[in-house]
């Protein structure tokens, strides 16, 4: 597509619930980010996939953060018995060499 | 690690005015740097970077920044504002040493332009 997409733009969790956000980066790039967006607040790393590797996760915040890209294109970020500290936006780049970050949307996410 | 100072996180001007949007980095050896924009319900767009040569970058819609080695500022201007410059606007910085993938942002700086 001409964008990253992601999805859902709006998710409403009951804490405890686990939630899956997916991301859709534009063809062909190889790398693939996911940040946090806490309100109020700078986008904050979680982790980085070179293709279907994985190569940096030292930003997600526990181990009930989990995100994949078994194919090196779609990736999910799915979190695991939500809590109140995991509402933010979070957002999904996707980039070719030298800097080309091309952000998505968001997905919101709003833990009740 | 490195991190980056939004020194305002809210900057009210009047429509026309100059503007200028504050921006620090820690320091490290080399660095490539960036602002974004988010326009109210709208995802991050880059609005210009330096990755080398000339200090002075600038955008396609009248902003420019100037990189300053020495003071480690990344400072976002514009001469004359318009209503649709209305925004949060954020500084980011990634590291050369570390392979440059990574983005490091700023909180945020929210510009409201008043008529």
């Known amino acids: 597509g001409a964008g990253v997409s992601q999805s859902p733009r709006y998710k409403v969790a009951k804490r405890g619930q686990d939630v899956a956000l997916r991301c859709d980066p534009i063809?062909?790039?190889?790398?693939l980010f996911w940040y946090q967006q806490a309100l109020g607040q700078g986008p904050e790393f979680l982790t980085y996939?070179?293709?279907?590797?994985?190569?940096?996760k030292s930003g997600l915040p526990s181990d009930r953060f989990f995100a994949e890209r078994p194919e090196g294109s779609v990736s999910t970020l799915k979190i695991q018995r939500t809590q109140q500290e995991d509402s933010a936006v979070y957002l999904c780049?996707?980039?070719?060499?030298?800097?080309?970050?091309?952000f998505g949307s968001g997905t919101r996410l709003t833990v009740v | 690690a490195q991190s980056v100072t939004q020194l305002d996180s809210q900057v009210p001007v009047f429509e026309e005015a100059p503007v200028e949007l504050r921006c620090n980095y820690s320091?490290?050896?080399?660095?490539?740097l960036f602002w974004y924009v988010q326009y109210p319900n709208q995802g991050l767009q880059l609005l210009l970077k330096?990755?080398?040569?000339?200090?002075l970058v600038e955008s396609i819609n009248g902003f420019e920044a100037e990189f300053n080695k020495s003071q480690t500022s990344f400072h976002l201007r514009k001469p004359s504002v318009h209503i649709s410059d209305t925004a949060e606007y954020f500084c980011?910085?990634?590291?050369?040493?570390?392979?440059?993938?990574?983005?490091?942002f700023g909180q945020g700086t929210r510009l409201t332009i008043n008529p």
């Open positions: 996939f070179q293709n279907e590797a994985q190569l940096d």
């Open positions: 980011a910085v990634s590291d050369k040493s570390q392979g440059a993938q990574k983005l490091v």
């Open positions: 780049a996707s980039s070719e060499p030298l800097y080309g970050y091309t």
């Open positions: 320091s490290s050896v080399s660095v490539y």
């Open positions: 063809s062909g790039h190889v790398s």
């Open positions: 330096y990755l080398s040569g000339s200090t």
